[in-house]
């Protein structure tokens, strides 16, 4: 598969905590996404992190990459009960246009 | 959804039909993809397209055939449908290399 992986597969945390979930993937990239899917809707782009960049922000996300190790972090600091949902990292290979999304992390936050 | 419109929303089709999902965009991207989502497997590439006649394969591409006729147009068909493509599944416009990809709402087709 040229899926990457995201982990944990499930996270529970109560409101107000930091979220971290982590991304693997398998092949050569210009950049790397990450995707929110609420239950039952298309996916949403929150954030892109080019591959040399290190770090971004966004808000209350912060997105690390390591292309050394080929694997990236996603960090939603003082969740709330809105940030419920499935999160996805996405991989364009480098040099195409094709776009592969990972497992995902399915993040449950508690009021 | 940024212009991404999925048809039909729902489908249940009996197995050995062919059936033909339809993807539309209003916003001119290049690039379209036709992925399928199942519990544990996350999202899987079907084909995508990277321009009018353009397409190639992705990761689970049997059983399925795709065109693009037109630049806002993009179709999947399953020739003969099989319980195993009973699934959501989504369509996607954009330009991953330098940004992001759109999303539309989803067709939940199921094979009966």
């Known amino acids: 598969s040229q899926q990457g992986e995201e982990d944990p597969q499930a996270l529970s945390i109560q409101e107000g905590e930091n979220a971290t979930m982590n991304c693997s993937y398998k092949t050569s990239i210009n950049n790397l996404q990450w995707y929110r899917q609420n239950s039952g809707r298309g996916l949403v782009h929150l954030i892109l992190?080019?591959?040399?960049?290190r770090e971004k922000h966004s808000g209350r996300l912060r997105v690390t990459l390591d292309t050394s190790k080929k694997s990236s972090s996603l960090l939603i600091t003082a969740s709330r009960a809105a940030d419920t949902a499935s999160y996805f990292c996405?991989?364009?290979?480098?040099?195409?246009?094709?776009?592969?999304f990972g497992t995902g992390t399915r993040l449950t936050v508690i009021p | 959804d940024a212009g991404i419109t999925q048809s039909p929303r729902h489908k249940v089709t009996e197995t050995g039909t062919p059936v033909t999902l339809r993807c539309h965009q209003t916003e001119n991207h290049r690039y379209m993809y036709w992925y399928r989502q199942d519990p544990g497997h996350g999202l899987r590439l079907i084909h995508y397209?990277?321009?009018?006649?353009?397409?190639d394969k992705g990761e689970v591409s049997d059983g399925y055939s795709v065109s693009r006729s037109k630049t806002e147009d993009f179709l999947l068909t399953l020739e003969s449908a099989t319980s195993s493509q009973t699934s959501v599944y989504f369509c996607?416009?954009?330009?991953?290399?330098?940004?992001?990809?759109?999303f539309g709402q989803g067709t939940r087709l199921t094979v009966v």
């Open positions: 996405a991989t364009p290979p480098e040099g195409a246009n094709n776009l592969f």
């Open positions: 397209s990277y321009g009018v006649k353009d397409t």
């Open positions: 996607a416009a954009g330009t991953p290399q330098t940004g992001e990809a759109f």
């Open positions: 992190i080019r591959s040399n960049e």
